[in-house]
């Protein structure tokens, strides 16, 4: 079974950055793509970025310009680095394994004005 744990959310100030980090357990991680999404108070599962195996990724336009999705197929690892972070940003931030559908514990975000 596939076990994720996220890290790097915390509070910030509006316009600052914050990279998340998301290590996975087990083999998968080179198999799969992986996603970001975030979920706000009230709002439903909202996908932000995803990368494909082959480390092409794709944003939500929402977010395309600010913020990076990476991994490191080495560490097991993949990485939302965010920019001109905004308080509408202010969410619970999950990764998720596609291969398996298996998702992090998720990070709070909290962006301040």
């Known amino acids: 079974q596939v076990q994720l744990v996220e890290s790097g959310g915390g509070l910030v100030q509006a316009g600052g950055s914050l990279r998340l980090s998301c290590a996975t357990s087990?083999?998968?991680?080179?198999?799969?793509?992986m996603g970001w999404y975030r979920q706000a108070p009230g709002n439903e599962r909202e996908l932000l970025a995803v990368i494909t195996r082959t480390d092409i990724p794709n944003y939500a336009d929402s977010v395309k310009g600010r913020f990076t999705i990476s991994r490191d197929n080495v560490k097991n690892t993949v990485y939302l680095e965010m920019n001109s972070l905004k308080p509408e940003n202010t969410a619970v931030y999950y990764c998720y394994v596609a291969l398996t559908r298996t998702w992090g514990q998720g990070t709070q975000v909290t962006v301040s004005s």
């Open positions: 087990g083999s998968i991680f080179r198999l799969s793509a």
